[in-house]
T-cell receptor
Framework: DTGVSQNPRHKITKRGQNVTFRCDPI?????LYWYRQTLGQGPEFLTY????????KSRLLSDRFSAERPKGSFSTLEIQRTEQGDSAMYLC????????????FGQGTRLTVV | DQQVKQNSPSLSVQEGRISILNCDYT??????FLWYKKYPAEGPTFLIS?????DKNEDGRFTVFLNKSAKHLSLHIVPSQPGDSAVYFC????????????FGDGTTLTVKP
């Protein structure tokens, strides 16, 4: 297992277009998280799944954002009608369930909306 | 309202000396704390953690101290090495909230040879 994998690594899109990112977590991890990071700030929580169930969504996640984890394995994050303010690094992380576990992050997808 | 704050955006230390990175939090419900390290063009990498039932956790050159009354934690790296140069993020979570973490904005550590 090579860790958490995210694709694509970079995405440039025009304002108003839809984009979709994919995350493949570490295979035995049942929790999967999406975070967003902008320059000079730490990662901000967007949403998380336990297996295929989406258990929490941040208020940061507007109705233009949707995430799925259909079979409890990989996950996709879609942004519809992108805006320039969506430009950021989108980070995926996964972990085992448990009170003392840590999340393992992927390398992220850098989105630039022009 | 930023619940986790790292008030020093940057820190520079000499190789071999101690690096001390600080973090303050405001939410008294936080009961688990983590430090992550991030190199450019990579995702954050877990470094060390501490539960609120402890006041110290050590792993090799890295030690995390927790002062619950002051809502303050610190990461000590000794001796510091040039390869430690990175951005360090402090994170906190409420363990009943299943792992969702709140991050600080990071401190950029530069270790000079």
């Amino acid at each position: 297992d090579t860790g958490v994998s995210q694709n694509p690594r970079h995405k440039i899109t025009k304002r108003g277009q839809n984009v979709t990112f994919r995350c493949d977590p570490i295979s035995e991890h049942n929790r999967l998280y999406w975070y967003r990071q902008t320059l000079g700030q730490g990662p901000e929580f967007l949403t998380y799944f336990q297996n295929e169930a989406q258990l929490e969504k941040s208020r940061l996640l507007s109705d233009r954002f949707s995430a799925e984890r259909p079979k409890g394995s990989f996950s996709t994050l879609e942004i519809q009608r992108t805006e320039q303010g969506d430009s950021a690094m989108y980070l995926c992380a996964s972990s085992l369930a448990g009170w003392d576990t840590e999340a393992f992050f992927g390398q992220g997808t850098r989105l630039t909306v022009v | 309202d930023q619940q986790v704050k790292q008030n020093s955006p940057s820190l520079s230390v000499q190789e071999g000396r101690i690096s001390i990175l600080n973090c303050d939090y405001t939410n008294s419900m936080f009961d688990y704390f983590l430090w992550y390290k991030k190199y450019p063009a990579e995702g954050p990498t877990f470094l060390i953690s501490i539960s609120s039932i402890k006041d110290k956790n050590e792993d090799g050159r890295f030690t995390v101290f927790l002062n619950k009354s002051a809502k303050h934690l610190s990461l000590h790296i000794v001796p510091s090495q040039p390869g430690d140069s990175a951005v360090y993020f402090c994170a906190a979570r409420v363990n009943t909230n299943a792992g969702k973490s709140t991050f600080g904005d990071g401190t950029t550590l530069t270790v000079k040879p």
